[in-house]
């Protein structure tokens, strides 16, 4: 079962992307962030065979799950924050597994309420990770964590020291999530693997230069980590014409 996660940055503009990019690799389940609207754009994806379950919101935030095996939906938003409102958590039931699509806040700037509120949303999502190991489900967190674990998730950790992505207590606040007994399925496979990123940003030459960073990721359950048989990140939709400033990572279960 291949799951995979990719934050489209505008599901109407990069849609002609996600059907190359579906009808080319047929994941099981792609989880998607930043759709940036109220409304899927939903035909064409429809006719390639997949069901589509989302939370949208205008012109901001945006998450969703398509699979071409029937989707159930447990959970849309994070308890906590009854006057939350951005659309940034969807969680179903697909092929026996729950996989959670996220988009976490980027915290930016630090100084403003921007950054309280992710360490908040990430404390949020710890306590559903605790609920998700209680009921001892096979689950799978995906997404865009906005989250550098460490300085070798960087081409320049240099420039990151001071933002929200790599201060330590972002990077604290990530531990614990994991340290809850989850599996970060691309370090797992990978524990030395130097020089793989997920972003790249569209300012001074990022892409050409792969002055990239890796902030999607998929945090695995004991149970379905027992099962990983293969992660990895795909750069190819990266390099396509007006493409994402994100990439594709995804994950094989047995």
């Known amino acids: 079962m291949k799951i995979a996660t990719w934050n489209v940055n505008s599901v109407k503009a990069r849609l002609s992307h996600l059907e190359t990019y579906l009808t080319e690799n047929r994941p099981d389940v792609l989880c998607l962030q930043e759709l940036k609207t109220e409304e899927f754009p939903a035909a064409s994806i429809q006719a390639l065979g997949y069901n589509i379950e989302y ?8 998450v969703a799950l398509l699979s071409p095996h029937p ?3 447990t959970q849309k938003g994070l308890a906590g924050e009854d006057e939350d409102l951005q659309a940034r958590y969807i969680e179903a039931e ?3 597994i729950r996989v959670a699509s996220i988009y976490l806040p980027n915290g930016n700037p ?16 710890k306590e559903r990770a605790k609920q998700l190991l209680a009921s001892e489900v096979p689950f799978v967190l995906a997404g865009d964590f906005n989250i550098i674990p460490e300085n070798r998730d960087a081409k320049r950790p240099e420039q990151w020291v001071n933002d929200a992505l790599a201060l330590p207590q972002s990077r604290s606040a990530f531990r614990a999530i994991l340290n809850l007994g989850l599996t970060e399925a691309f370090r797992a496979l990978h524990p030395d693997r130097a020089g793989a990123y997920s972003f790249w940003d569209y300012q001074a030459g990022a892409w050409p230069q792969d002055n990239g960073i890796r902030i999607d990721h998929l945090l695995l359950s004991p149970a379905l980590a027992d099962r990983l048989t293969a992660c990895d990140i795909d750069k190819t939709p990266r390099g396509w014409e007006k493409a994402s400033d994100h990439t594709p990572v995804w994950c094989e279960v047995a």
């Open 55 to 62: 939370c949208g919101q205008k012109a901001y935030n945006g």
């Open 71 to 73: 989707i159930t939906v």
């Open 94 to 96: 697909v092929q026996g």
């Open 110 to 125: 630090v100084e403003s309420e921007k950054y309280p509120y992710k360490l908040r949303w990430m404390a949020r999502l």
